[in-house]
């Protein structure tokens, strides 16, 4: 089978049967990753490789700090207006779709000013929102959507936003796509697309933007986090621990540049045949176009549930659009393999033939 979820989504197969192997007993201690103490020396060790690999494949500044948050990139809507809004509790956004629309509801409901800098809504988020005024320069910060998990655009091309900070939602392109961090003062992301379980948050963020603020709850609070070394309280052992060995696999695939190379392959394999297709469309402006989550229509609601119910009889699992857009779409992230999209584009292809004249 093969797992186009958007996510939680498909892990390395040597990741599984690595933890499989390992679940009964961590590295002979008789005792399973999940019943560990996160004061152990032996989970200590964990959380640290954790957080030296992912500095070492992102290429991320000493001065950043890497924090392991629960709550998923939900609650980071909340954290970061909370942590970083603090001067004058108003904020730029790019409204790129669903995901950065609800970034803004979220800041809005802890008292942040949200200023919509561009919008896509006009094409329908089929692409990108520009910036086409300098940005006001007493903004906080500018939130910016990196990948549109739903509406399939993805950035490339960061915007210009002068000495505002920019504040990425990563979620679902993090680790898939090579960004310089430095280009941010944040980034965000859930695991459950190209990192891990579910459970685990990561936050990458620039040292000079934390403790400013005043009376925030423990559990939201960036600087407590960092000095507390994400172990405040109990952390997602579990999920930092298999984050920690996607980590090395995606070291053993070449790091970022290899992935992305990768990545960048499996997407024109689809976006190639829905281009020259007479049945499915993508209606994504190409240079807009994101390596991770491919959305296509036929154009009838009936025709794509029929496409649907075969492709999961064929193993080819999870390709139900969101429900917000409809029809179908292909979430290609790192742990899918080239051959699970020749599968797919197969698939459509037969498909296709059958159903036109
Ligand atoms: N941001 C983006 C871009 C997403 O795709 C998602 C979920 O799919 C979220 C945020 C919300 O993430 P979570 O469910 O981890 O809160």
């Not at 009964?24 to 019943?35: A, H, V």
């Not at 959380?47 to 500044?61: W, Y």
């Not at 509790?89 to 008292?111: K, T, Y």
């Not at 936050?203 to 172990?231: E, N, T």
Request: proline fraction near 5%; avoid cysteine.
């Amino acid at each position: 089978t093969y797992n186009f979820s958007a996510g939680p989504a498909v892990m390395p197969a040597s990741v599984i049967a690595q933890i499989q192997a390992e679940l009964p007993s961590m590295q002979g201690s008789g005792m399973s990753i999940m019943e560990i103490s996160h004061r152990s020396a032996l989970f200590d060790q964990i959380i640290n490789n954790a957080e030296q690999d992912l500095r070492d494949l992102m290429a991320i500044p000493d001065n950043y700090r890497v924090l392991f948050f629960q709550g998923g990139g939900t609650l980071q809507f909340t954290a970061a207006p909370l942590n970083l809004a603090t001067k004058h509790h108003n904020i730029g956004l790019l409204d790129s779709g669903h995901w950065a629309s609800r970034a803004a509801e979220e800041a809005r409901r802890v008292d942040t000013q949200v200023d919509i800098l561009a919008s896509a809504a006009a094409t329908h988020f089929t692409t990108l929102p520009t910036l086409t005024t300098p940005v006001d320069q007493t903004l906080d910060y500018v939130h910016l959507t990196t990948n549109n998990t739903i509406e399939g655009t993805m950035y490339t091309k960061l915007p210009q936003t002068g000495t505002v900070p920019l504040v990425a939602d990563m979620s679902s392109n993090f680790l898939g796509q090579t960004y310089d961090v430095s280009d941010f003062g944040m980034i965000f992301a859930g695991a459950q697309k190209n990192l891990g379980p579910a459970g685990l948050t990561i936050v990458i963020v620039r040292d000079d933007l934390i403790g400013h603020a005043q009376q925030l709850p423990s559990m939201l609070d960036y600087q407590l986090f960092a000095d507390k070394r994400s172990m405040f309280n109990t952390p997602p052992v579990f999920a930092i621990y298999a984050a920690g060995l996607v980590l090395k696999w995606l070291k053993q695939q070449g790091g970022l540049t290899a992935i992305q190379a990768q990545n960048e392959q499996k997407a024109a394999l689809l976006y190639d045949f829905l281009d020259q297709s007479t049945l499915f469309t993508n209606q994504v402006k190409p240079a807009d176009r994101s390596t991770m989550n491919v959305p296509f229509v036929t154009g009838n609601p009936t025709l794509d549930a029929q496409v649907i119910a075969g492709a999961t009889e064929q193993g080819l699992l999870n390709l139900k659009g969101h429900r917000l857009v409809g029809g179908m779409r292909a979430s290609l992230y790192n742990a899918m393999p080239i051959a699970g999209v020749q599968a797919l584009v197969d698939y459509l292809a037969t498909f296709e033939k059958a159903h036109t004249k």
